[in-house]
């Protein structure tokens, strides 16, 4: 529920209404706060439209809130608010349509600097509480197609307690994913105003110009009101403009050849692992521990897939800020993978039963069942074969 004299939730006013019926069937209420463990299961049956109805209540009641706080600070101007509360970074908006971005030609989609961010939480938690995620983890590269990654930013984040009756629901849902712990660790971490400030300072926007920032599009609601959250606490003014990373790419191809691939299509090579083990992706603590869920390392991956997809479409030459060395380099190299098969015994296997599998019999008969990509060589009594690993997996832009 919200906190007394703050904004008010469709829950709350649904509360209210049902508190005279709880009254009359004899439980222990007297205010909304006590009304709210008893409604929770009366609320999951309405239907969407009926929760309209109090969304638009609470919609009526916050915005006149908002207005006489307006009226009431305007008032108070001897108190002013510290200097260093009223320092100013980039609003969080709505999502905006990718295709209002324009470049003049395949220079400047070339040149242009983006920034994908990425804020982890332990866990969601129910619409009904104030606090729908509890920010732990920020990360940030800056990046463009003709420079590659340009420079990173990460901070683990000083969490705010989890609401009363949930720390084991947050807990849980960090050791599935990113494994963060609530409290108890060693692990060094940025309060919410040290955490905006210097993601200010490594944006460091051009006069007149507006960084772009990029997210999954599953992950804006939840990087917005992290966002939001931390503006709110810290009193920093936010106007960081976050859009859909999917949209960024599929106007990059539509600005070279005039139509775009399936979205579908674009999303399933975003969740691709080809880079989850490579060194110099995630963050000291998430590679030493070896857990693959980093958010320094989801905003990597972001630029790893559109270096691989999209920089031989504009001309781009690949290197080690495009892409992980082992990945950059596979146009001159190819990084074989060597299966030994021992002959000796599966020949001894064949004679003992005759209903052995045939692809083991002699060399002729092995390169039958090799797939394409795969080389085959005899050394030293032991069959050989060798993987192409490239050949083998789709590349992210064919």
Known sequence: MARRGGCRSSYYFFAREQLPELQRRGLPVTRVVDAIPYCSQA?????QEEKMIYTEKARKWNKKKCSQKTVKETCNLAHPVPACLTEKMPSVTSLPDASAMSWENDQAVVADIFYFLNIYSHGKLPSHCEQRFLPCEIGCVRYSLQDGIMADFHHFIDPEVPPRGFRYHCQAAS?????????GSHLSRA?????LRELLEFVQPARGVRPYFYCRSNDRFRINWCLNRMASITGIESHLELLAVEDLVLEMYRKKYQKEPSKTWLCRELDAVLWDFTSNTRCKWHEENDILCCALASCKKIA???????ASVYGVSLTAAHLPLQDS??????NTKMVILDTARFQKMKAEGSGCDRRFASPSQDQEFLPSNCEFETCKGKEVFKINPVAASSNFGA
């Open 175 to 183: 050791d599935a994913t990113h494994k963060i712990p609530i409290s």
């Open 329 to 334: 380099d596979y146009g001159e190299s190819t």
């Open 43 to 47: 609320w999951a049956s309405l239907t």
């Open 191 to 195: 309060c919410y105003a040290v955490v």
């Open 304 to 310: 790893y897939c559109i270096s691989k997809s999209l």
